[in-house]
């Protein structure tokens, strides 16, 4: 009988990343306030805090990783958008970032979160890892130019489809509390990749009647 292939094993996670990990899901949870470091450091099977304190110096440090270690893939694929081939399509890019968003189901809401409550305590943290992605997406956005939007225009427009994509996944559970079907399973997640993608074409697809009037 042929051999079957063997499997190959996938490297264990690091404990740093078991930890940011445990994190995120607290965080998007509950919040920058609403979590202890025992909590965090229990989820992911620590001995004790002081083990979480080998990694990160503090909470403080901890939430700006969680966040970064989140953000820094999103980033990078906004920023790839604008080198797509000429024969691409403006709705290419959100195939990764759905899948993206649907693999780590507790970012967009840590995001939110960040966005509405812990920005009032760590706002100067919240506000440098959050604003590169606000400027690399209206960067993008502004680059443009066949979709004829005005440049006064592209901060309604970039909130807007923060929404549209983000606001899916962040608002699950009142999804699926409103609907009574659960917006993450693999069918509905294909449909809302569909949808953005038609969203996105429309949107920043070539069109000037959707310039200003002077």
Known sequence: MPRRPARTRRPAPSTRDVILDAAERRFAERGFAGVSVREIATDAGLKNQASLYHHFRDKRALYEAV???GLEPILSMVAASSTATPTGEPGDFVEDLVEYLAAHSHLPRLIQRAALEDRRQL???V???LRPLYSEGVRVLADS???GWEANDLLHLGAGLYLLIFGYFANAPLIEAVT???PLSAAAVARQRRFLRLVLNRLLGPDTSRRTPA
């Open 127 to 129: 506000a440098k890892i």
């Open 145 to 147: 130019t066949d979709s």
């Open 67 to 69: 966040l970064s270690r």
């Open 123 to 125: 706002p100067a943290s």
């Open 180 to 182: 009574g079907r659960d």
